[in-house]
């Protein structure tokens, strides 16, 4: 019996061994990481964030948030929605007496299929509008991102809380008030407290402590409040109608 042998062109087999030696090497090699490709979308997200918080801009937090996002604000109820996130912040905005400036930094970033978990820490200096300390406050921060089709972030879930309450790190003399020439209620922020009454803060700030501040208060006619007490002196000037008071 003849035995026949078949061989294969060199040129075919040489081929062969490429090509398997380039799947092996791709299998081997390790994926290009995701720090190099995505660091740069989440840097954004965050200067995005900064940015609109400090402006006191809830519209443009929006854009930053899914549609199912969740945030969880410190002494505040869960925020789940888009919706509900965007009017915590306007609340939040609402009530600013001081001038924030926020910064972010990130201590690790954890990479999850389309997404990314960062946490890190935050320090951020309120300034006053008007003659008032000037305080500083440091906190921590953790949220999940997700990327979206076009390489831009959105947060998915995120949360912070301070380390302490703020410091003061500049001091006015404490019995420096603005004078009356500079506080404009055309200009005030009002908030409604309900029954006709609404309420803006002209000066100061009501949190810090043994800190003198002027509140407004704008009152239609035949509206009331409640009976109540405060643990010092106050003064109240009658700028126009009549104010009747018991005790």
């Not at 030696?21 to 900064?50: C, K, T």
């Not at 954890?110 to 309120?126: I, K, M, N, P, Q």
């Not at 309900?194 to 100061?204: E, I, K, P, S």
């Amino acid at each position: 019996m003849t035995a026949h042998t078949h061989r294969r062109p060199r040129r075919a087999i040489a081929a062969g061994c490429a090509v398997a030696l380039a799947a092996l090497v791709a299998a081997e090699a390790p994926a290009q990481p995701r720090a190099a490709r995505d660091s740069a979308g989440l840097a954004r997200l965050r200067a995005a964030f900064v940015a609109a918080y400090d402006r006191g801009d809830a519209a443009a937090m929006a854009a930053l948030y899914t549609d199912d996002a969740v945030r969880l604000p410190p002494d505040a109820p869960l925020q789940r929605g888009r919706t509900a996130i965007v009017a915590g912040y306007q609340a939040s905005f609402a009530q600013r007496t001081l001038l924030p400036a926020l910064e972010l930094s990130t201590d690790a970033i954890a990479w999850t299929g389309d997404g990314a978990v960062e946490y890190g820490r935050y320090h951020e200096r309120l300034s006053p509008r008007r003659p008032a300390d000037t305080l500083a406050e440091d906190g921590k921060w953790m949220a999940l991102s997700r990327r979206r089709a076009d390489g831009s972030w959105q947060y998915v879930w995120s949360m912070f809380n301070r380390d302490a309450r703020a410091r003061v790190v500049g001091r006015v003399p404490r019995d420096t008030l603005a004078h009356p020439a500079a506080i404009s209620l055309a200009t005030a922020t009002w908030v409604s407290w309900g029954r006709g009454l609404d309420a803006a803060l002209l000066d100061g700030d009501p949190a810090v402590p043994g800190r003198p501040y002027t509140v407004a208060l704008r009152m239609r006619d035949g509206s009331w409040i409640s009976p109540h007490w405060h643990p010092n002196a106050k003064q109240v000037v009658v700028l126009g109608g009549t104010l009747l008071m018991g005790h």
